[in-house]
């Protein structure tokens, strides 16, 4: 009887804690506290991981850093909180951190369930395949038979498990235990596909002895739309994040890079105009400076300049544009416009 | 009648039987002494060579040591230079780069203190040790922290790689052992109330997993406290190290205090002595020295334990070797990463081994059996 009062107590305090709105407005906790604290993942190549003097980067650390430019104007002032899977939702829910930068997929029932918000999409990934080349396989779907290494008790094994089922192929799956076990399992001849996100396919292909033996095959078999993460009940500080995020494809679609943004402020097309705030007030309604935009490109570049030094061909992994090119390009990268 | 005593003179001794001295002999009698241990040998013997030297292949011959291009160790053996390269960041980690010097200042204070305890026969150790545990912590805080004598400010959470690991161990292993000791004296204390405190700390400390008590550190804890308070998640694991393990320690102590026979309880009394100096004079210092084997093994478990908070993301020596064995300009070097990272767990282990049977050397005052 006792255990059960003390359960339903422990549980109601809980609930408490988990619905306390967020009391204070982010955006003036940040301004006053003068650094921006921003949630990443330990370390994904590309998205966000430590050098070797412990200085982030990453296509989430870049977001992160653009945060910080439109809010503080300097996009050094982050601090960057290493999160793993677990503890990463209740950072963000308990206010430790201010913004969630971490690979995180959006799904209906983290958006809705959590008091949790997304802010939008820096990067569309999907669970891929990569086979050696002396296979001659070109498609996903002539792996019928194939011995496929695959990390153990990820959604990557149910998702494998489906794709099969529904081609009506068979497979047999040798499971490891991290990442890392797949590919010395993929190495050494233990199976003929390796199986992961796409993102860490590149990855783990430059790390074999010979990347160029070894392609990604084109098909993606689950929707995994990555993004920034904000709590809910604050919609200034959402809207903040959201066009933050906006603002760098708009420039990339604008042609606005580091190199001209000076240039582009002289511009007389009136959507850049608007864009870098020389027409218009549009960042102050919102609660920054007109000029955010400028801030951003100045700091990290568009979202294309991004994409390719954090993940791009300017870096190890050597990742295609694909889904993540511009909607101009093919691909699903939308920014609404600023008007 | 002349009498002559014959002296003995022993003759000279005869060599051994041939066939029973020399490495031959030794050979033939300890690995070649029947079938069974020849084909035991043998088996042995293979065994060494297909996995030593294939290994020292991989480890010296082939491996890579000097230079700064990931290309060089895309052939051949293992690849130490990313070791080099990525030192400062499994020792350092985070800590910013000009302020290096402070975390230099403080380890090196650390390895002068312990230097000068393990060297035996130097003059006022009474003064050193009660130093080194009020001025270690006080030094760490002022320097590694900074926030006076114009030092910036390095919070704690850029506090990591080798650093974290030594902080969170020495707090452990300092902090631990007295409230260890406390509790293991509470536990047999007559009086019911702070017994009965002590048994319901220890059990339920030691009764749940570290990782879960650090868990409930990271990710329970501050759903509970009020918005906006907060603490470092550094002091929050440190804080679930030290009562995990000092319910531990409680243990290995009371053990040793079980072992002291009643007579020297009776004796003390008979002294007039107290209750507080009857355990400070008598009691402990017998106890405490019979249980170093069990202390040095619960402070060698605490420091291999400290590479948990891996799990709550602090950057312990072995979370800074995972994140950086990913990096995808290098090639596969996930071996090394660990062979690295058991070397340096290794080195501190066998010292802190070493050193305790040092103390038990110097401590034996002859009632040991053996």
Redesign the interface.
């Known amino acids: 009887m006792k255990a059960s009062y003390l359960a339903v107590g422990f549980g109601a305090?809980?609930a408490v804690?988990?619905a306390?709105p967020?009391?204070?407005a982010t955006l003036d906790t940040v301004k006053s506290r003068g650094q921006l604290i921003c949630g990443v993942n330990?370390?994904?190549?590309?998205f966000s991981?430590?050098?070797?003097?412990?200085q982030w980067s990453g296509i989430d650390v870049d977001y992160c850093k653009a945060l910080a430019a439109v809010v503080l104007g300097d996009a050094s002032k982050v601090?960057y909180?290493?999160?793993?899977a677990?503890?990463r939702l209740?950072?963000l829910?308990?206010?430790?951190i201010d913004v969630l930068a971490r690979n995180t997929t959006w799904t209906m029932s983290r958006d809705t369930g959590l008091g949790l918000s997304f802010v939008g999409v820096n990067y569309y990934d999907g669970q891929g395949f990569m086979v050696k080349k002396s296979l001659g396989v070109k498609s996903a779907k002539d792996l019928n038979g194939a011995s496929v290494c695959v990390q153990a008790g990820t959604t990557t094994e149910l998702n494998l498990a489906d794709y099969f089922r529904a081609n009506n192929m068979k497979y047999q799956s040798v499971v490891f235990d991290t990442s890392?076990q797949t590919?010395?399992g993929f190495?050494s001849d233990r199976c003929d596909v390796l199986t992961s996100d796409q993102s860490q396919l590149?990855?783990l292909r430059?790390?074999?002895?010979?990347p160029s033996k070894a392609e990604v095959l084109p098909e993606v078999i689950s929707k995994e739309p990555l993004g920034p993460v904000v709590r809910q009940g604050d919609d200034q500080w959402f809207n903040i994040a959201r066009w933050t995020l906006i603002a760098m494809l708009n420039l990339e679609e604008a042609g606005v890079t580091k190199k001209n943004v000076d240039e582009m402020l002289k511009s007389t097309n009136p959507d850049v105009r608007r864009l870098l705030g020389a027409d218009g007030d549009f960042g102050s309604k919102m609660g920054v400076t007109n000029d955010f935009a400028v801030k951003i490109v100045k700091a990290v570049g568009n979202y294309g300049e991004s994409f390719e030094k954090t993940v791009g061909m300017d870096?190890?992994?050597k990742i295609a544009r694909g889904l993540n090119a511009l909607w101009t390009k093919g691909g699903l990268m939308y920014g609404a416009p600023v008007r | 009648m002349s009498e002559t005593t014959d002296t003995f003179v022993p003759k000279p001794s005869l060599p051994p039987p041939s066939g029973s001295v020399g490495i031959t002999y030794w050979v033939r009698s300890r690995l070649f002494d029947g079938p069974v241990n020849s084909l035991l040998t043998l088996g042995a013997i293979w065994l060494l060579a297909s996995t030593l030297i294939p290994l020292i292949d991989w480890a010296v011959i082939e491996a890579h040591f000097i230079g700064t291009d990931p290309n060089l160790c895309r052939t051949g053996g293992a690849c130490w230079l990313f070791v080099d390269e990525r030192l400062r960041f499994f020792v350092y980690g985070f800590y910013p780069d000009g302020q290096l010097w402070r975390v230099n200042l403080v380890l090196g204070a650390a390895v002068l203190a312990i230097g000068y305890l393990a060297i035996p026969n130097l003059p006022g150790k009474r003064w050193v040790v009660p130093a080194a545990i009020v001025g270690l912590p006080v030094l760490t805080i002022l320097f590694m922290h900074g926030g006076v004598f114009g030092l910036p400010i390095v919070a704690t959470d850029q506090w990591s790689g080798l650093t974290l690991t030594l902080v969170l161990s020495v707090v452990g292993i300092v902090a631990a052992l007295p409230l260890g000791i406390v509790l293991a004296l509470g536990r047999r204390s007559q009086m019911p109330a702070v017994r009965i405190i002590c048994v319901v700390f220890i059990e339920v400390w030691r009764g749940v997993p570290l990782i879960s008590v650090l868990f409930m550190a990271s990710v329970m804890l501050p759903l509970f406290l009020p918005e906006g308070m907060q603490f470092s998640k550094v002091l929050r694991a440190m804080i679930g190290i030290v009562m995990f393990e000092s319910a531990y320690m409680a243990e290995v102590v009371r053990g040793g205090l079980q072992a002291i026979p009643r007579g020297q309880f009776e004796a003390a009394a008979a002294l007039g002595l107290g209750y507080w100096r009857t355990m400070a004079l008598v009691v402990l210092p017998q106890a405490l020295k019979l249980v170093i084997p069990g202390i040095v093994n619960t402070f060698i478990a605490l420091f291999k334990d400290t590479t948990l908070v891996l799990i709550i993301g602090l950057f312990d020596v072995l979370a800074t070797i995972h994140a950086t064995i990913v990096d995808p300009e290098w090639p596969d070097i996930a071996p090394e990463g660990y062979i690295f990272a058991a070397m340096v767990f290794w080195v501190f282990c066998f010292g802190m081994s070493r050193y305790s049977q040092a103390l038990e050397r110097k401590l034996h005052t002859g009632h040991k059996r053996n």
Request: charged share 20%; aromatic share 2%.
């Open positions: 305090l809980v804690a988990m306390a967020a009391s204070a330990n370390s994904l190549p590309g991981a430590p050098d070797e003097k412990g601090k909180v290493p999160l793993n677990k503890e209740t950072a829910q308990t206010g430790e890392d590919l010395t190495n590149y990855g430059s790390k074999l002895p010979d870096s190890p992994l």
